[in-house]
């Protein structure tokens, strides 16, 4: 710098080669400029580093077709926070998630068949309590695990169809928490029967149910993985038939039949290691990436 | 070393327009950033004709591409659209804008950005030359230049970008780059002298002894 005293505006020529300073600024830079020779020379470099830097490029895109692009991504996809694919974390924000999705007649329907359960158990008199609960809290389970998947039946399918949370780890969540509440529904169920018909103890009227209730929702979920959802409701809604006609129909009271809706709607060892065991099957199933087969994609009409 | 043709670049001149925001222009702003929190598309529409130009052509030299600078400006609205509601007005909402698009395209950035050049490593050397009164690009060929900026490492091209293609004020860069503004200056600094050296090694421009 030229040592002639005075205050050279080193600072500021980068701003006043943009050309963003504020005039009073720009008048004094330029003022100082006229008599001094090494600032000019500087200037020279930071515009020439200004030209090179802002050489001519294209208009933006126009402001309605990049609002409207913008807008139809922030309606598709939903703001995924920012968590870890697994762990406690991940698993409480899907339950969350899962739980503004699951429609509101599932609930309802669920706590409308236990309601008519507990009717029909007070109303039936002696012993009747166990048996009626013990059809209608599988009933619930499985009505759930119908209710809750499947494409016709997601109100968030298009915004599901992309995410990177697989499909069946979705149907887990969802299931889980529709499992939680039917047992806290058949639970109760079972508090307000046992308060009308005292002569059946409560763990005697919650063991009636339990062990049909988790073999029937852990087969209709295996197959609504494996297969789809459709094909699960079907075969759980069979069984469910078979062992009504069972109980109900004298006819069909006795024989091979009767003998193995008695030993599936139990709570004994066998039906817990079944359930166990497809419970197993059903985490390992939600694991595998990809998506159910058959009924996943397909609106089926039935 | 053979020149080729050269064409002068058209700069607007330090009169032509002011990076200064003017105070009742950023009023406007905020109350756009209001609607848009409360979800006033229409308002988003207009934030963006405001910003537009400046955030493009920030992006464009950024990332080096027109297309990936039209997502980058995209991925920008639709966050702006997101996070309006958390605007907290410790900034103006020009450099919030330009700290979200900045963000947008290191992440984007980061996944592509290939290991940095050695043309970085030149700039400090570079710097220790004698000063930027000591070489002048005159006139150089569009496409040189853009091949000299291009191989600049992102926080230069970043810093370049935001003080002579968005041309906002070092005080604003400082506020979106999170640095203070004397770092802001020292790293406008290295960056002229890393592209001063690209294009001496392109052959566009001179190193005076």
């Known amino acids: ?27 004094t830079v330029e003022t100082h400029l006229a008599a001094c020779s090494s600032c000019r020379a500087a200037l020279r470099g930071w515009t020439a580093a200004a030209a090179a830097t802002w050489t001519p490029t294209e208009a933006p895109p126009s402001a309605p077709s990049v609002v409207r692009a913008a807008l139809a991504r922030a309606a598709l996809a939903p703001q995924a926070p920012p968590f870890r694919r697994r762990g406690v974390r991940f698993a409480a924000e899907l339950l ?57 039946r997601e109100p968030a399918f298009e915004a599901l169809a992309i995410t990177s949370t697989s499909p069946r780890l979705v149907l887990l969540a969802r299931v889980t928490l529709v499992f939680a509440y039917d047992l806290t529904l058949a639970v109760a169920a079972s508090a307000v029967v046992r308060l009308v018909a005292t002569e059946v103890g409560l763990v005697d009227l919650v063991v009636a149910w339990l062990g049909p209730m988790t073999l029937l929702l852990a087969l209709s979920l295996v197959l609504a993985m494996w297969i789809g959802p459709n094909v699960s409701l079907l075969v759980a809604a069979a069984l469910w038939v078979l062992r009504v006609a069972t109980v109900g129909i004298p006819e069909l009271s006795e024989g091979w039949l009767a003998a193995r809706m008695q030993e599936i709607w139990a709570t004994s060892p066998g039906t817990v290691a079944a359930t166990l065991a497809l419970a197993a099957t059903a985490l390992a199933l939600s694991r595998r990436p990809g998506r159910p087969r058959g009924g996943w994609h397909r609106p089926v009409a039935w | 070393m053979p020149v080729p043709d050269r064409l002068r670049l058209r ?20 109350a756009m950033v209001g609607r848009i929190a409360a979800g006033d598309a229409a308002a988003l529409t207009a934030l963006y004709r405001r910003h537009a130009d400046r955030l493009f052509v920030f992006l464009q030299r950024y990332a080096r591409d027109r297309m990936v600078a039209e997502e980058l400006l995209q991925d920008t609205l639709l966050a702006v659209w997101r996070s309006a509601h958390l605007y907290a007005g410790r900034s103006s909402v020009r450099t919030w804008m330009f700290g979200i698009a900045r963000r947008q395209a290191h992440n984007r950035l ?25 070489w002048a690009i005159a006139r150089v060929q569009h496409a040189a230049i853009a091949d000299a900026f291009a191989a600049l490492a992102p926080h230069h091209r970043e810093v370049l970008a935001l003080a002579f293609a968005a041309r906002l004020p070092h005080r604003e860069i400082a506020e979106v780059l999170d640095v203070p503004v004397g770092t802001v200056k020292s790293r406008l600094h290295h960056a002229r002298a890393a592209l001063h050296r690209a294009l001496v090694d392109r052959g566009y421009a001179e190193e005076r002894p």
């Open chain 2, 110 to 134: 980061r996944v592509q950005e290939p290991q940095k050049l050695p043309l970085d490593g030149l700039a400090g050397r570079a710097d220790q030359a004698p000063g930027p009164a000591e």
């Open chain 1, 1 to 27: 710098m030229s040592g002639d005293g005075m205050r050279h505006p080193t600072d500021a020529l980068a701003e006043y080669a943009a050309g963003v300073l504020d005039p009073p600024e720009r008048a």
């Open chain 2, 11 to 30: 700069w607007p001149s330090p009169e032509a327009a002011s990076g200064v925001e003017d105070p009742s222009a950023s009023e406007a702003d905020l």
């Open chain 1, 96 to 152: 969350r998630a899962e739980l503004r999705l699951v429609r509101p007649p599932v609930w309802v329907a669920s706590i409308l068949v236990m309601a008519c359960a507990v009717v029909a158990a007070a109303a039936g008199g002696h012993g009747s309590g166990a048996t009626v609960l013990s059809l209608a809290a599988p009933l619930i389970a499985v009505a759930g695990v119908a209710g809750v998947y499947g494409p016709e």
